[in-house]
Structure formats: C-alpha cells, structure tokens
C-alpha cells in the first residue's frame, strides 16, 4: 500500500506549523469578517466589563450616597449594555458561523476535488470509509480549531482583559492574588495534553472503522440476508463501537482532568478575595462598591479563563482531523492532471498493443509481452480462464493503470503521451457490474454525454431496447433507480448502461463480461442492445459465453498473461486447440475432453 506522506508530524512544533498553516491558508482569506467579528467580540466584551463596572457604583449609590436617582440612572445604563452586548454577540455568532460553514463546504469540495484526482490503485488499496470519516470529522475539526482560535483572542481573551482591568481598577493588590492560581494550572495541562493526542487519533480511527463496517453491512445486505450474517455483523460493529466508547469516556475522563484543578484553584482564590476584600472594607476604608464590582468581575473572569486554560487540549483533539485531512490533500496525486498533453485525435480508431508488460506488484507480470491488433470498426474478442489478464487488459487501454513495458497505440498515437480526459472520451466502457448512480433512468443516460438532449436519451435508449420497460414505469424517464440500480432487475440495469456507452457516442467499445451474470432471456435482449452500440466502432469485448462472441472478427485466447490462440471462431475450432476445448466443455456436444496443451503464438 502507498503510504500517505506526514508531512505535518505529532510533536508541538508540527502543531505549531499546522495552526500557522490554517490560519494563512484558510482564514486569512476572510480576514476582513475576522476583522469585523473581533470588533464586535470587543464590544461584547467591553459591555461585559462595564456592568461589572456599574454594579460596582450601584452599590455604593445605594449604601453610600444614599442616592435613589443616581440608582435609577445606572439601571437605565445597565438595560442599555445588555441590549448593545446582546446586538454584538449576535452580530459575531452569524459572522463567524458563514465563515466556519464556508471553510467547510471549501475543504470537502477541496478533499472530494483531490480524490476525483486519484488513480484507480489508490482507491483499491483503501476503504471508503477512510475518505468519509475525513471528509466529514477532518472538515470539521479546521472549522473547529478557527473557531477555537477566534473565540479565544476575541471573546475569551478580550473579555478577560477588560475584567481584568475592572480588578484591577478595584484594588490591585487584590487582582495580583487571583493571578497566583494560574501558574499551577497550566503545567497539569500541559501534561495532559500529550495523553489527549494520542486518544484523538484512536478516537478518529475508530469512528472510520465503524463507518467501514456498517457501510459494508449495508452494501452486502443481501449477501447478510442470505447467510444469515445478521448476528456476526452486530458483533463487528459492537466491537467497533465498544471501542470507539472506551476510548472516548477515556478521553472524558483526561481530558475534565483539569476540572477539579481549576474548580479548586478557583476556590482558593475567591476565598482569598473575599477575605481580603472584606479586610479592605472593614479595616482599610475601601467602599462596598469597590468590593463588589471586584468580586462580579472575578467571578465574571472565571469561565473565560477556564476556556483559555483548556484551549491547548481543545486545539490538540481538533488538530488531528485537520490532520488527517491534508494528509490527503498534501499527498501527490496519483493520477495528476495532464490535460496539458496533447488531446487524442481519431480517424479510424485502430488500437494497437505492441509488446506490452504489467505487473500490479514487482517481478509479479500479470501481462507479458502481449501484442495485437484491434482492427477499426471490427470487433476483437478476449476468451480464456479468469485471471488471466483479459480485465487487466481493458484498464491499461483506459489508463487506470499505465504499462509497465511497451506501448499501446491508437491511431498511431501512444495513449501515454495524449491527456487521460481525451483517451477516455473517446471510449466507452460497459463492465458486468453495472455501477448506477442514485438517481433517475433519464440521469443515469445522460451521465454518458454532458449536455445530452432529450432526443439523444431516447434513442439511445430505444437502441439499447431500454425503452419499452422504461416506459413502462409509472415515471417513465423520471423513474428513480435507487442506490446502484437496486430497483431494477439486472438485464434493465446493463441495457441502461449500454444506453449510456451509445448516447456518449464513442468511436472505441470496451465491454467487459456484459452478459456474464444475466438470464437467457435477459442476455438476448441486452446482446441485442450490444449488437447496436458495435455497429462501426472499434470493440473489445471480453467474454465467458463463447456463443456470444462466434461471430467476432477476431478472438484471442488469453492464458497466464499471454495470447495462446488467435483467429476466427471457425479456425480455431478446427484447430482443436484451447478455443475447441473451451467450446466443447460448455456446449456439451463431445465425451470425454482432454484440453490442448499452451502454446504461445505469434
């Protein structure tokens, strides 16, 4: 498996490095609503900090001036800052929320964009789940650590500047004394920081992993169903589960660590004020405003300190989604764009393959020095025993995988050198595992040709002899098919897909075991539908029924990566080789059959 590059490691400074990357590449473009929600977020906070301020001087109105109007007044004051805090509060909230809700939806289109980039390689070697759970928590958790950060200069810390500065209008001496509590406080959270980074990863990992299992229980539901894997499916994903919420009430507990500390810490420290505070009252002639607008800003002070305290275990749990999401997104492409090549120019569409060799692993060919010809407008059939390479085959003449010796040619043009985008515009591929999209027949068709009117839908469908039973549903065209097809049966779903290949009109066919899993009666019908998308393209067809590949132009016996026959059905039926054993064994029509010895042709 290829492994992902980490170019952002697990020690402080890569944290350190990643913040500063999320807030040059991702917030810094919304600088200017940053800009306005701070202000705001001081505003709030400067309102907070004022009826501290004011609840200070109502008190002594009331036990020292004895002054009824000046009470009156304040009070008056004091409705006007709760109104301003509440305008102020709710301007940053909806600012701040478009921009995380933003930041979002542009790391999903940035993640989903870079996997559309992706070979087919890379997604056989990983689960999908892998993909979902960082498209979903990796999005989330940047928006989370923004927010974080934002919240914590703008609300947080200038909220706690302004009490501060309440405190220490009040009695400085005093202020000092409630700073005395948070040295100890931030070294137990340093600790406890390292522990948490550790519990996050597990936690990401293990909610991929109950996604990888209930996607797959959901996806082979019938498979469930039919071997009655209901109970073995419930124990995979309670153990998934189970150990999703082991790691997460072990991360509650680390994490709230800190609670009892502060909580504690606090205590002293509001003790301590208080003590001190009542002293200045009682023996150093402060007033009992002083004391009181001292003891709501304190208090007040509390909970913004708190977040701040815990800000480094906040950021640390959010910052490996982040993570783990431009682990993907740094990573090069697999299948880069190369729409800078040269475009595929066709005149007749022959395809030639000269030489050409393929391995999935080192020294392990699945291909071997294989070379034929795909004559235009003819077609060219592949037969033979699975494993062969014959699928192989059709994935390096589509470049999902590029060869590793030799050269495949169309038209005289290496398929190398030309974009992928022009290559496979110019083929059209139908597989035995037809793969519908979740929406309607009408969609499904036109997924073969951007921008297909609805002219070309139907005639290609009518081509395909879709069109009877499509219009025989209630909705027609506008029938959904449910999720990859399941509402309709599987000769319905392959002719759609052969509808598909013709709307999109390509010079070049490549099917793929079309009819393989299909009934007699279903075969007919859709090997009609294949006789109409054949007529003047270039074909490749890949076949197990041989009966439905006599009359090719050319079939070629693939064994062990290498053609063992070629020719005509007729010839090698005379020849009684490979082909004529092939042949026999499934029509029944000899006794006892021995099978011809390989032999690789020219």
């Not at 391995?359 to 025993?385: C, D, H, Q, W």
């Amino acid at each position: 498996m290829t492994e992902l590059p980490r170019k952002i490691t697990d020690d402080p400074y890569g944290a350190a490095i990643l913040i500063r990357r999320l807030i040059t590449e991702q917030g810094a473009a919304y600088w200017r609503r940053y800009l306005l929600a701070f202000v705001l977020m001081g505003v709030s906070a400067g309102a907070t900090a004022a009826s501290a301020y004011v609840l200070g001087q109502v008190i002594n109105k009331a036990y020292v001036d004895k002054d009824v109007r000046g009470i009156a007044i304040l009070s008056g004051v004091t409705v006007l800052i709760f109104i301003l805090k509440g305008a102020a509060t709710y301007g940053h909230q909806v600012i701040l929320s478009k921009i995380s809700n933003a930041i979002l939806a542009n790391n999903q289109r940035r993640l989903f964009a870079k996997l559309m980039n992706e070979s087919v390689a890379f997604f056989s070697e990983r689960h999908s789940s892998e993909f979902l759970a960082r498209l979903t928590s990796g999005a989330y958790s940047v928006t989370q650590v923004l927010s974080l950060l934002i919240n914590a200069l703008g609300r947080d810390l200038l909220l706690l500047i302004g009490l501060v500065a309440v405190m220490l209008m009040q009695d400085p001496y005093m202020a000092l004394l409630g700073f005395a509590v948070a040295p100890p406080a931030m070294l137990v959270l340093r600790k406890l920081v390292k522990r948490i980074k550790g519990l996050a990863h597990n936690q990401f990992t293990g909610t991929a992993d109950i996604l990888e299992t209930m996607q797959e229980s959901l996806q082979g539901i019938r498979t469930v169903k039919a071997f009655t894997l209901e109970q073995t499916m419930r124990e995979r994903i309670d153990a998934s589960i189970s150990a999703v919420e082991y790691n997460a009430n072990k991360m509650a507990r680390v994490s709230n660590r800190s609670s009892p500390l502060m909580e504690t810490l606090g205590g002293f420290a509001v003790a301590g004020g208080l003590m001190y505070g009542g002293y200045s009252v009682v023996a150093m002639g402060a007033t009992p405003g002083q004391f009181f607008s001292f003891l709501t800003a304190f208090l007040m002070a509390y909970e913004p300190a708190k977040r701040l305290a815990r800000l480094n275990i906040e950021l640390n749990s959010n910052l490996i989604g982040a993570r783990k999401l431009l682990e993907i997104v740094d990573s090069p492409s697999s299948e880069p764009i190369d729409d800078d090549k040269p475009a595929l120019q066709l005149t007749e569409a022959r395809v030639e393959l000269r030489d050409v060799t393929f391995a999935y692993r080192p020294n392990e060919p699945v291909i071997s020095r294989m070379s034929f010809v795909a004559e235009p407008g003819k077609v060219t059939a592949l037969v033979g025993p699975s494993g062969g390479g014959k699928s192989t085959l059709l994935a390096l003449l589509l470049r999902f995988y590029d060869v590793t010796d030799g050269d495949i040619q169309i038209d005289g043009q290496s398929i190398s050198t030309v974009s992928r985008r022009s290559l496979r515009q110019q083929t059209a591929y139908v597989g035995q595992d037809v793969y519908l999209f979740r929406a309607t027949i009408r969609e499904n068709i036109a997924f073969g040709k951007v921008g297909a009117t609805e002219a070309e839908i139907v005639a290609a469908a009518k081509a395909a002899c879709a069109h009877d039973f499509i219009m025989g549903f209630p909705l027609g065209y506008d029938t959904p098919v449910g999720e990859h097809g399941t509402q309709l049966s599987g000769g319905q779903r392959q002719r759609i897909a052969v509808a598909r290949a013709l709307v999109k009109n390509a010079p070049v066919i490549l099917l793929d075991e079309a009819t393989a899993a299909l009934d007699s009666e279903s075969e007919q019908q859709v090997q009609e539908a294949i006789e109409h998308l054949c007529q003047n393209r270039t074909t490749i067809v890949i076949a197990h029924r041989l009966h439905t590949i006599m009359h090719a132009d050319a079939i070629l016996v693939v064994e062990g990566g290498e053609i063992v026959e070629r020719g005509r059905h007729d010839d090698l039926l005379r020849r009684g080789g490979r082909y004529a054993s092939f042949f026999r064994i499934q029509h029944r029509d000899a006794g006892p059959l021995t099978l011809a010895p390989i032999s690789a042709t020219a």
